[in-house]
């Protein structure tokens, strides 16, 4: 596939970058348990911490 990133590029970046770190210069967070939470940069939850952040899974949601 032309012009697509590969496979690899992305695992690299994946390894290479704490996604809490990353995150957490735009969002404050707080660790609760093994994730950390903030309140959600795509909607108003008002102040209800609902973006969690797994620094295991490398992962938002």
């Not at 809490?20 to 108003?44: M, S, T």
Request: proline fraction near 8%; hydrophobic fraction near 35%; glycine fraction near 6%.
């Amino acid at each position: 596939m032309s012009g697509s990133i590969p496979p690899s590029f992305i695992r690299d970046i994946i390894e290479l970058t704490d996604i809490v770190e990353l995150i957490e210069a735009y969002v404050p967070l707080k660790k609760r348990g093994k994730d950390h939470w903030g309140l959600c940069p795509f909607c108003d939850d008002g102040a209800n911490p609902s973006f969690s952040i797994s620094s295991q899974k490398q992962f938002f949601y």
